[in-house]
């Protein structure tokens, strides 16, 4: 099983859709980095987490953000290990005083893989494309505020917006710019510190280094990506010295293994992942706001969290993870395990007899979830159908069609609460003042004006339901000895790979 969302195989990013078996070879010639010959050896990383495809906004796979994204392709703007928005292809982002027109100068020196130039029209056709009718972006009803685009020379960008966007550099940053016309990302069109050397799908993702990128250049000459079905076979590989790198661990179980610190470094660093487990809001029951209320109240977010990874993670109660200025611990106590209260709104709803389908990416961590969301159900007379299916399943079934009564699902995206201000998203949720706030909240002159008008909105959430919201997964990686330079922390969904080295004994 592979760790994706919207097919994190269990966390929803949306940036591509299943392709068959690929490969693609590089063709000859950031923000952060290093510099020199770099080390002489390659890195690999083991993961469960693997692209679906490389075709561009088009929905899916966090895979491709997180190998990909600032490693081989660029945006204006990035979202760095901290949650930080920091310019990357861009050179300066400049707002008139009325908020409604952005400048944007790119950076000089900059080249495609393929060796022609970044030029402003390639950067207008990439956010042209993310904001088409037809793209499934998760981002282009965000990026919409944008209405206007034009090039008026090689590095100049002029964007006209509809209003005040508070949000538009982070917004920016799920672009990842292309020449003009390429709909796929391919070993041609990156701009980042490493080339697309090699996919072959199952297997592996192969990275070399630029030795003509436009930044610092990358500290390692290559990093490749194993990609596992399988937890405890990507954990043997560690132990047998074949990987560098594990990238997410998915069980605490896993862990005693790797106590060795002469062998191993364990790290525990903040993390944006989320369970969710959300309602179609708008098929019956899940319309009325007792239903969704009762159904969150009768689970226990405490002993599922304790079942999956025992003392590590968070119990949360509404979409924002701790590391996000609108988070709010007491949001977990909105809707507390209470089992003779979920009877009640139950029976306020005229609900009896209760039963529905839960559809599920099947996964380990994944069971013991629905498992324990189907045994708390019971227990106050609901019965609850569960829907194993796969990656591709979930995405055209509950992702693009929104066909089903409810869903889990582990989102791995920051400030992807505004998503419950779309209500063509799919869990379907329409609320008018969580719109108005968000609009409020984007129109807003100052990060403190921000952060309360979706601290509000994130309030309005916890109370109504849209979705129950469990825990935060705890960012666990473990590293072979002597390998220093990663982040231990997941506040953005590339994975930097540029600064990681390893010393041999």
Same mark, same amino acid.
């Given at each position: ?16 859709? /299943? ?89 000089? *020196? ?11 029209? &390639? ?64 070993? !041609? ?25 436009? *930044?610092?250049?990358?500290?390692? /000459? ?11 076979? $990507? ?76 003392? $590590? ?77 796969? &990656? ?60 309360? &008008? ?38 953005? !969904? ?12």
């Amino acid at each position: 099983m592979t760790s994706r969302p919207a097919l994190d195989r269990r966390t929803l990013l949306l940036g591509a859709a /299943p392709l068959a078996a690929l490969t693609l070879a590089a063709c000859s010639g950031g923000d952060e980095g290093g510099g020199g010959d770099g080390a002489a050896e390659e890195i690999i990383i083991g993961t469960t987490n693997e692209p679906t495809s490389m075709q561009r906004n088009i929905g899916g796979s966090s895979g491709i953000s997180e190998t990909t994204s600032r490693n081989v392709y660029e945006g204006l703007t990035a979202v760095d290990e901290s949650g930080e928005v920091i310019d990357v292809l861009a050179e300066s982002v400049d707002l008139s005083e009325d908020g409604l027109t952005c400048t944007i100068t790119l950076r000089s *020196g900059v080249s495609f893989h393929d060796g022609s130039p970044l030029t402003a029209a &390639d950067a207008a056709w990439s956010i042209n494309e993310t904001i088409a009718p037809e793209s499934k972006s998760a981002r282009a009803s965000d990026l919409r505020v944008i209405t206007g685009i034009d090039a008026p020379d090689d590095t100049t960008l002029v964007l006209t917006l509809d209003h005040r966007s508070a949000s538009l550099r982070f917004f920016l940053a799920s672009v990842t710019i292309v020449r003009d016309g390429d709909t796929e990302n391919t070993s !041609e069109n990156g701009t980042g510190p490493y080339r697309l050397e090699e996919w072959v799908q199952g297997d592996h993702l192969t990275l070399t280094r630029n030795e003509d990128y436009w *930044g610092e250049a990358a500290k390692n /000459p290559g990093v490749t990506f194993r990609f596992f079905a399988d937890e405890n076979a $990507m954990n043997n590989a560690l132990r047998t010295g074949e990987l560098d790198l594990v990238l997410q661990q998915q069980s605490p179980d896993q862990l005693s293994q790797f106590e060795d610190e002469s062998q191993f470094t364990i790290t525990e660093g903040t993390s944006i992942q989320k369970w969710v487990w959300t309602f179609n809001n708008q098929v019956e029951p899940f319309t009325d706001v007792r239903v969704r209320q009762a159904l969150y109240t009768a689970i226990d977010r405490e002993a599922i969290l304790s079942a999956a990874w025992g003392d $590590m993670g968070t119990v949360i109660g509404s979409m924002p993870p701790v590391s996000e200025p609108w988070y709010d611990e007491s949001f977990a106590q909105v809707h507390a395990y209470d089992p003779e209260a979920s009877s009640t709104l139950l029976e306020e709803a005229g609900q009896s007899d209760l039963s529905f389908s839960l559809s599920y990416v099947a996964g380990s961590t994944e069971e013991i979830i629905v498992q324990q969301i189907a045994s708390n159900l019971t227990e106050i007379g609901v019965t609850v159908q569960l829907d194993a299916i796969d &990656d591709s399943t979930w995405y055209e079934k509950v992702y693009t069609n929104a066909d089903y009564e409810t869903t889990l699902m582990n989102h791995n995206n920051p400030r992807d609460v505004l998503w419950y201000a779309n209500p063509d998203f799919y869990w379907q949720y329409d609320s008018e003042e969580v719109q108005a706030l968000a609009v409020s909240a984007e129109e807003a002159e100052t990060e403190e004006e921000q952060a309360e &008008d979706i601290h509000a909105l994130s309030a309005i959430l916890a109370e109504e339901a849209p979705s129950a919201w469990l825990f935060l997964t705890p960012q666990i990686r473990i590293a072979a000895a002597g390998v220093t330079g990663f982040s231990p922390d997941k506040n953005a !969904e590339p994975f930097y790979v540029a600064n990681i080295v390893r010393e041999d004994a």
